[in-house]
């Protein structure tokens, strides 16, 4: 990956991290004036509410390590997909460690911090499905990347002639519906059968890489 790249992911997961961490401590202070107000302050149900959110904060930095992706355009590599999942684990485990703090706290606060070591392999287990999707979502794009970059000319230049066909049929179609009684008929046919046969072209030329 360019460095100027990397350090623009590297910010960008920095400044997520922050507002992140900001929302998480936000909605806690919510739910526990909630819990306290209903009396729910010392039950389970604090420290549950809690492990949702931070499950939420995990999947949200990791979507958008993806939405950065698609919005900085980067060109295919070999390593791209190694060297993103790379800034994705270190951005994750600057948010785990805070997010592990405010969960022990939580376990304090419910008067449960006995809890903490136990409900861990559920957290864990949280983190470990965000990291799932995130590296199945990405190896998705990584290929979608891959496919523009070796898509041969041939190919290009197939879907480019069918593309055009389609808008002159499209244009035809219309002329034909705006004046019934002219012969457009035999050029709209003839459209309609060399279309799906570009397709066809299109596709063999693209499997033969």
Same mark, same amino acid.
């Given at each position: @990956?360019? #460095? *100027?790249?990397?350090?623009?992911?590297? *910010?960008?997961?920095?400044?997520?991290?922050?507002?992140?961490?900001?929302?998480?401590?936000?909605?806690?202070?919510?739910?526990?004036?909630?819990?306290?107000?209903?009396?729910?302050?010392?039950?389970?149900?604090? =420290?549950?509410?809690?492990?949702?959110?931070?499950?939420?904060?995990?999947?949200?930095?990791?979507?958008?390590?993806?939405?950065?992706?698609? &919005?900085?355009?980067?060109? !295919?590599? #070999? @390593?791209?997909?190694?060297e993103i999942r790379a800034v994705a684990k270190s951005a994750h485990d600057s948010y785990k460690e805070v997010a592990l703090d405010r969960l022990n706290k939580s376990?304090?606060? /419910?008067?449960?911090?006995?809890? !903490?070591?136990?409900?861990?392999?559920?957290?864990?287990?949280?983190?470990?499905?965000? @990291? &799932?999707?995130?590296?199945?979502?990405?190896?998705?794009?990584? =290929?979608?990347?891959?496919?523009?970059?070796?898509?041969? =000319?041939?190919?290009?230049?197939?879907?480019?002639?069918?593309?055009?066909?389609?808008? &002159?049929? @499209?244009?035809? &179609?219309?002329?034909?519906?705006?004046?019934?009684?002219?012969?457009?008929? #035999? =050029?709209?046919?003839?459209?309609?059968?060399?279309? #799906?046969?570009? /397709?066809?072209? /299109?596709?063999?030329? /693209?499997?033969?890489?």
């Amino acid at each position: @990956m360019n #460095p *100027e790249i990397k350090e623009n992911f590297d *910010e960008k997961l920095r400044l997520t991290n922050v507002e992140i961490t900001k929302t998480l401590d936000k909605q806690i202070r919510t739910m526990l004036a909630e819990h306290s107000r209903d009396g729910m302050l010392g039950s389970g149900s604090t =420290i549950r509410k809690t492990m949702d959110l931070i499950e939420a904060g995990s999947s949200n930095l990791y979507q958008t390590v993806l939405d950065h992706l698609c &919005a900085l355009t980067i060109d !295919y590599s #070999p @390593m791209l997909e190694t060297e993103i999942r790379a800034v994705a684990k270190s951005a994750h485990d600057s948010y785990k460690e805070v997010a592990l703090d405010r969960l022990n706290k939580s376990t304090v606060v /419910a008067r449960n911090p006995q809890l !903490y070591e136990r409900i861990m392999p559920d957290v864990k287990s949280g983190f470990a499905t965000d @990291m &799932a999707n995130f590296h199945n979502s990405l190896n998705i794009a990584i =290929i979608e990347l891959k496919q523009k970059v070796t898509m041969p =000319i041939s190919t290009k230049v197939i879907w480019s002639m069918e593309a055009s066909l389609i808008l &002159a049929s @499209m244009f035809i &179609a219309g002329m034909w519906y705006k004046d019934p009684g002219g012969n457009y008929e #035999p =050029i709209v046919v003839g459209l309609a059968l060399v279309i #799906p046969l570009l /397709a066809i072209f /299109a596709r063999f030329s /693209a499997k033969k890489t």
